[in-house]
């Protein structure tokens, strides 16, 4: 009976068996195990389907519960009368990209209102030539839900490969500007035209802070804070009144290293550094940008060198500061892009989860 059914499949389909392009061939056949379980089971493996056929309810829920099946169909009367529709409700909760069709040997209304209700694929009567509608409607949900996944993996795709494109063209954007920048430094910046910088010496001798006033001034946009004892630095500290600070390691009050790890802790940018004077060396100091005895200090000759390190230091804040600025040019200068982009993104989003309805 089946024979010309096959052959016509196989001319209308060359190479079909082979289904590789599928996401799954798997279909699970809820029905006893008679002679049009095995039409059926036999037509499908003739196109490269593999089909489970079970009428155990354990198994049955076992096999749900663990392996995928493109399609499923399912006897309205087995394992029990009515089960079908129960083991359908159960499929939609666990597999919802399972196509799900209930068949019954004879009419039956009522359960064919309520699959339509529950959004199955059809109620399918197992009379007449039924088979070939039946194989055909499987075969190409198959498809569909393989063309399904490949348009969300193709989204997917294009939305990461976008968003790279976006870093990509903020990176460039910052770089030019920094490049632009330290051309500017190269020729020499005055202090008058980098951002004001707030120095606080922690040091029970005022030396230091002496020797960088003199060298320095107000209308540079330096600001020199000196203070003697750790506790007036702790509560100086908590402000967040300063860009760098230097805690001598010999406080009168408190161990510098407890007030240079607590203001080194505070979420800022500030920069931080423990010194030591320099015995060897009238005028010198040794940093150290952590407490640890082990860190090679970085040596500092006079006054002047580490006015220039303070310098260095500034004129560091002062790219950090420009790269969150060239951040808020790029997007100002490009803000309908960037509006469109986010709306793109999120419709693209919006059609990967499966709610793609026009919008309103």
Not at 194 to 210: F, G, R
């Amino acid at each position: 009976m089946w024979g010309g059914f096959f052959d016509d499949y196989h001319t209308s389909f060359p190479g079909i068996g082979v289904m590789s392009n599928y996401v799954g061939r798997e279909i699970l056949l809820v029905m006893q195990d008679n002679a049009t379980a095995k039409n059926i089971q036999s037509a499908f493996m003739n196109l490269g389907f593999w089909i489970t056929v079970s009428s155990d309810l354990k198994s049955i829920l076992d096999l749900l519960d663990n392996k995928f099946f493109v399609g499923a169909i399912l006897e309205q009367d087995t394992p029990k009368p009515g089960y079908g529709l129960k083991l359908a409700q159960k499929i939609i909760e666990v597999s919802p990209l399972t196509a799900t069709y209930l068949v019954s040997p004879k009419p039956d209304f009522p359960a064919l209102l309520q699959a339509h209700r529950m959004g199955l694929k059809d109620f399918v009567q197992l009379e007449g030539e039924f088979l070939p509608y039946l194989v055909g409607s499987v075969r190409k949900a198959a498809e569909e839900l393989e063309h399904s996944g490949e348009r969300d993996r193709l989204l997917k795709d294009m939305a990461n490969l976008h968003g790279k494109f976006l870093k990509q063209m903020i990176s460039l954007h910052i770089k030019l500007m920094e490049s632009e920048e330290s051309a500017r430094y190269r020729d020499g910046v005055p202090d008058e035209e980098l951002p004001p910088c707030k120095v606080l010496i922690v040091d029970p001798d005022a030396t230091v802070a002496e020797q960088l006033r003199e060298r320095i001034t107000e209308t540079g946009g330096w600001q020199i804070t000196h203070l003697t004892w750790g506790g007036e630095a702790l509560d100086f500290g908590t402000e967040g009144a300063f860009h760098i600070a230097l805690i001598c390691r010999s406080l009168p009050d408190l161990p510098g290293t407890m007030v240079f790890q607590t203001l080194k802790s505070d979420e800022s940018d500030a920069n931080v550094f423990l010194f030591d004077h320099d015995q060897k060396q009238a005028g010198g100091l040794l940093l150290f940008e952590n407490s640890v005895s082990q860190e090679l200090p970085l040596q500092v000759q006079d006054a002047d060198d580490l006015l220039g390190r303070l310098r260095d230091l500034r004129r560091m804040m002062d790219t950090s500061y420009k790269k969150k600025e060239h951040l808020k040019t790029f997007k100002a200068q490009h803000y309908d892009f960037l509006q469109e982009y986010q709306r793109v993104q999120f419709k693209m989003k919006k059609v990967m989860q499966g709610d793609d309805k026009p919008e309103t």
